[in-house]
């Protein structure tokens, strides 16, 4: 048979079991404190004590990881154009020349994308 237990009891026994946890973490949070890393600086600029700086260069970081990642999408939107083009032309439902030509388009516009980011990364910096 089981044992019912009383609402207050089942609610006083979670609160020693919590108070109990949170003063085991807060005893681990002090040894995991003591040897945090120190943050990597930006790369543009010495912010020094100041804080709009630091921001900014943060922020110019992000721009540029940002435009990376259009970069990376941008491959592989074409390269995935590109199998489906070849695929399409080996069921015979494409020509080889289409697969041809978006290959020399489709590396037009990465060289394309690459000069772009590439400028806009200078300009930001």
Request: glycine letters at 12%; a positive charge; hydrophobic letters at 55%.
């Amino acid at each position: 048979m089981k044992k019912y237990v009383k609402p207050q009891q089942a609610l006083r026994r979670w609160r020693a079991r919590l108070a109990a946890a949170a003063l085991l973490a807060a005893a681990h949070a002090q040894l995991a404190l003591a040897a945090l890393p120190t943050a990597v600086p930006p790369s543009t600029g010495d912010p020094g004590d100041n804080w709009l700086e630091l921001a900014k260069g943060y922020i110019k970081d992000g721009g540029i990881i940002l435009g990376l990642g259009l970069g990376i999408a941008a491959f592989l939107w074409v390269a995935w154009n590109a199998l489906s083009k070849f695929n399409e032309a080996r069921n015979g439902k494409a020509e080889w020349g289409e697969v041809g030509l978006l290959a020399i388009v489709g590396g037009g516009v990465l060289i394309f994308i690459a000069f772009l980011l590439n400028e806009a990364a200078g300009i930001i910096t």
